[in-house]
């Protein structure tokens, strides 16, 4: 069962991730999105790009992280890749934290926006700071709770269907799933380490 959702989510990041990189790399910016939007991507650009490339990176490669098997067997690897995901974490964090001023739906969509953001980076760094000094299980923990944050890219592109498809207005929805598209996520990255936690001390 664990196994089918963990190939859940690598499947549901990877795609999102591509969808994210052929849009983004050969349509025009904004094509895909609100026009109010669109209009705060076009005149903040260089910021949107900056977010949005580095993060879909993210997003591809962090499920691999995960299999054991890989870490095992290409632990040079796993380092390297780790690397370039959490500094992909730090750039696309840093422009994502500055785009939640410009986020569609206000107050409630920026400040969902910049917390997602801030606990994005300070995961990240938590991570990378536990394996310098060699807290391999802290790491690992830290990289689950990261790792449920970067997801927030597929829940909220699930949650804007199910939005879509309730028929509710999308500027009323849509600051919620500004929330909505991690607080859940966040929680079930704390059971499950929870449980892990406890297996451990068993
Ligand atoms: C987890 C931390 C993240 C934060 C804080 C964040 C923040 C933001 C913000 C503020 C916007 C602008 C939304 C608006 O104008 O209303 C945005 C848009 C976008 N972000 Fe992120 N984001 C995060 C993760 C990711 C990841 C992992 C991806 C990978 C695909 C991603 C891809 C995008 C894309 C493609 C857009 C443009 C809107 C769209 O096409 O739906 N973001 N993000």
């Keep these: 069962m664990y196994k089918i959702y963990k190939s859940l989510i690598t499947v549901g990041s990877v795609f999102?991730?591509?969808y994210a990189l052929s849009v983004y790399a050969f349509l025009e910016l904004g094509i895909a999105v609100h026009p109010m939007m669109k209009a705060n991507f076009k005149a903040h650009s260089a910021a949107i790009y900056f977010h949005i490339f580095p993060s879909l990176i993210a997003?591809?490669?962090?499920p691999?992280?995960?299999n054991e098997k890989f870490r095992m067997t290409k632990s040079h690897l796993h380092r390297l890749i780790g690397k370039f995901y959490l500094l992909c974490i730090l750039i696309g964090g840093i422009s994502g934290l500055y785009m939640a001023q410009f986020s569609f739906g206000g107050t409630i969509?920026?400040?969902?926006?910049?917390?997602?953001?801030v606990l994005w980076i300070f995961t990240g760094y938590k991570a990378y700071s536990s394996i310098i000094r060699k807290m391999i299980v802290a790491h690992y923990h830290w990289m689950i709770i990261n790792f449920a944050l970067?997801?927030?890219?597929v829940t909220l592109r699930i949650g804007l269907g199910i939005g879509?498809?309730?028929g509710i207005p999308f500027e009323v929805f849509y600051p919620y799933l500004a929330w909505i598209c991690w607080v859940p996520n966040l929680l079930v990255a704390l059971m499950i380490i929870r449980k892990d936690a406890t297996s451990l001390t068993h």
């Design 64 to 66: 691999f992280q995960f």
């Design 109 to 117: 969509s920026h400040l969902g926006f910049a917390l997602l953001a």
């Design 164 to 166: 879509f498809g309730s």
């Design 16 to 18: 999102i991730g591509l």
């Design 150 to 153: 970067t997801f927030a890219a």
């Design 59 to 62: 997003l591809i490669f962090g």
